[in-house]
Nanobody, 126 residues
């Protein structure tokens, strides 16, 4: 079982950048494919980006392609989401998630992920 803790959220202005981190503990981090999701008020949780266990494959929702970069450092048990050119519509609670042994990396279905962090608020003002 892995525990996940997000950090790096905050209040920024449109056009700014922000980097979210997801620190993992309790299990071998490289055994898990990872993903970032977000949930805005009144909306369903939405896939943002995913990354394979080695970090060699990445996946993005169209709305963040070219603006966001997902990465991981297995030696530090940490995953990152670098977000640039932020827009007000990026405002949401951002969650990191981990998929275990049977998980196929890049899945956009939140129900397929096994473990979740508590979330980090990102607010982008116009």
């Amino acid at each position: 079982q892995v525990q996940l803790v997000e950090s790096g959220g905050g209040l920024v202005q449109a056009g700014d950048s922000l980097r979210l981190s997801c620190a993992a503990s309790g299990s071998t981090f490289s055994n898990y494919a990872m993903g970032w999701f977000r949930q805005a008020p009144g909306k369903e949780r939405e896939f943002v980006a995913g990354i394979s266990r080695s970090g060699g494959r990445t996946y993005y929702v169209d709305s963040v392609k070219g603006r966001c970069t997902i990465s991981r450092d297995n030696s530090k048990n940490t995953m990152y989401l670098q977000m640039n050119s932020l827009k007000p519509e990026d405002t949401a609670v951002y969650y990191c998630a981990a998929g275990g042994a049977a998980f196929v990396s890049g899945s956009r279905n939140a129900n397929r992920y096994d473990y979740w962090g508590q979330g980090a608020q990102v607010t982008v003002s116009s």
